[in-house]
């Protein structure tokens, strides 16, 4: 029988080829932090460039009942019908007397555009034996939302 003797030993082709492969590797990772680094300092110029301004909240008490009790007296009136236009009525009060970072808000839905929203709600939650009813409070906040601008 003939003894085949194996060389686990690489050849000089095969050092020199690892070799190469981890200088590539090192330098892609060092190009990559640079390239954090980078990122890293234009956010931070970012923030310091970025004026704080105030935040807060200029509507008063008696203001905040007054529209509730007529909003609330409009909706026993009419059935009903008319709480869409209660809802903005007081959203946009809300957002007349809001200011963040120095800018005012301002609510540009209307009654109309959340009439037909209501009916859908209202016949989902007769047909679902109130359980959609948990939803609507989103659904209103999420039109809310769609419809507040800055100033």
Request: charged share 20%.
């Given at each position: 029988?003939?003894?085949?003797?194996?060389?686990?030993e690489?050849?000089?082709?095969?050092?020199?080829?690892?070799?190469?492969?981890?200088?590539?590797?090192?330098?892609?990772?060092?190009?990559?932090?640079?390239?954090?680094?980078?990122?890293?300092?234009?956010?931070?110029?970012?923030?310091?460039?970025?004026?704080?301004?105030?935040?807060?909240?200029?509507?008063?008490?008696?203001?905040?009942?007054?529209?509730?009790?007529?909003?609330?007296?409009?909706?026993?009136?009419?059935?009903?019908?008319?709480?869409?236009?209660?809802?903005?009525?007081?959203?946009?009060?809300?957002?007349?007397?809001?200011?963040?970072?120095?800018?005012?808000?301002?609510?540009?839905?209307?009654?109309?555009?959340?009439?037909?929203?209501?009916?859908?709600?209202?016949?989902?939650?007769?047909?679902?034996?109130?359980?959609?009813?948990?939803?609507?409070?989103?659904?209103?906040?999420?039109?809310?939302t769609?419809?507040?601008?800055?100033?």
């Amino acid at each position: 029988m003939e003894e085949t003797n194996i060389n686990l030993e690489p050849n000089a082709e095969q050092q020199v080829e690892t070799q190469t492969t981890d200088d590539k590797n090192v330098i892609e990772e060092v190009i990559g932090m640079k390239d954090d680094i980078k990122t890293e300092e234009i956010v931070m110029v970012q923030a310091e460039e970025k004026q704080v301004l105030p935040s807060y909240f200029d509507g008063g008490l008696l203001q905040m009942i007054g529209w509730n009790l007529l909003g609330t007296l409009v909706t026993m009136v009419t059935l009903g019908i008319c709480f869409p236009w209660a809802i903005c009525m007081m959203l946009k009060w809300k957002a007349r007397h809001t200011v963040i970072n120095g800018q005012r808000l301002v609510f540009k839905g209307s009654a109309v555009g959340l009439f037909g929203h209501w009916i859908k709600w209202l016949l989902l939650s007769i047909i679902t034996v109130g359980i959609y009813g948990l939803w609507i409070p989103i659904k209103i906040l999420k039109w809310e939302t769609k419809y507040t601008e800055f100033e």
